[in-house]
């Protein structure tokens, strides 16, 4: 399961770090990018179709229809694990939906990803090339 880091605000919430940065970047928008929203989705949902009917809702841009596609999900699901899954995927759409929005009206690229694997490649110390061979 996706571990998401969280930082205490002032109200004793947790709020996660990305939109934290909401807190401290002046005119910045949250964007909830759509490979994290699909990781999400693929972890909770099982491979039945059901995640495009979830898509679907999602693009419409329609939290009602988001709404619907989980009440029958889970009136479908007896499973406890299966249920839970779907709770907790329910909670983090109704979480973020501001920035599911915000990321289908906007003409902004999201490029987290690449600026996180850059960090980690910076504050790594530098490893010589394999083999020890000449540079």
């Known amino acids: 399961m996706t571990s998401t880091r969280y930082r205490r605000s002032s109200s004793a919430v ?3 770090l990305p939109k934290k940065g909401l ?3 002046p005119k910045a928008t949250f964007i909830l990018d759509r490979f994290h929203l699909g990781k999400r989705i693929r972890e909770a949902l099982p491979r039945d179709g059901s995640e495009e009917e979830l898509w ?3 693009e419409e841009g329609s939290w009602e229809e ?3 596609f989980f ?3 889970l009136s479908q699901k007896e499973c406890s694990r299966e249920r839970r899954k779907l709770k907790d995927l329910c909670t983090y759409l109704s979480c973020n939906w501001e920035g599911i929005q915000n ?3 906007s003409q902004v690229a999201v490029s987290a990803e690449a600026h996180k694997s850059l960090s980690s490649q ?3 110390p530098i ?3 394999a083999g020890g061979g000449k540079g």
């Open 14 to 16: 947790m709020v996660p």
């Open 23 to 25: 807190e401290i970047i």
């Open 56 to 58: 679907k809702a999602i």
């Open 66 to 68: 988001v709404e619907a």
């Open 71 to 73: 009440r029958k999900m």
């Open 103 to 105: 990321a289908r009206n």
């Open 122 to 124: 910076l504050d790594s």
């Open 127 to 129: 490893v010589p090339w």
